[in-house]
């Protein structure tokens, strides 16, 4: 069983930066696609972006694009989350997932059987 462990959370106000970290255990992490998901205070767990196994994909929600680039070391068995810009409405608990496809619809999180803790992403104005 795979375990996922995501670092890099923290305070920071608007308009800064944050990179997450999502390292993950096990010698098949390359065949698979990883996405972060996030989940903010009375609301639902939302996609953020994915990246498939090999690296030279990815997909980002409307919300995000232009400011999240998700990107992967398969031979450090890590994924990261540069985020750019932030605004107040980003704070949230950030999770990474593990999915074997990288078919669409990337959004419905029974197509992801691993998941990390999470880390706490606050923005302040």
């Known amino acids: 069983q795979v375990q996922l462990a995501e670092s890099g959370g923290g305070l920071v106000q608007a308009g800064g930066s944050l990179r997450l970290s999502c390292a993950a255990s096990?010698?098949?992490?390359?065949?698979?696609?990883m996405s972060w998901f996030r989940q903010a205070p009375g609301k639902e767990r939302e996609f953020v972006a994915l990246?498939?196994?090999?690296?030279?994909?990815?997909y980002y929600a409307d919300s995000v694009k232009g400011r999240f680039t998700i990107s992967r070391g398969n031979a450090k068995n890590t994924v990261f989350l540069q985020m750019n810009s932030l605004k107040p409405e980003d704070t949230a608990t950030y999770y990474c997932?593990?999915?074997?496809?990288?078919?669409?619809?990337?959004?419905?999180?029974?197509?992801?059987?691993?998941w990390g803790q999470g880390t706490q992403v606050t923005v302040s104005t």
């Open positions: 096990g010698r098949t992490f390359s065949n698979y696609a």
């Open positions: 990246i498939n196994s090999n690296g030279d994909n990815s």
């Open positions: 997932a593990r999915r074997a496809s990288f078919l669409r619809p990337y959004d419905h999180l029974s197509s992801y059987d691993s």
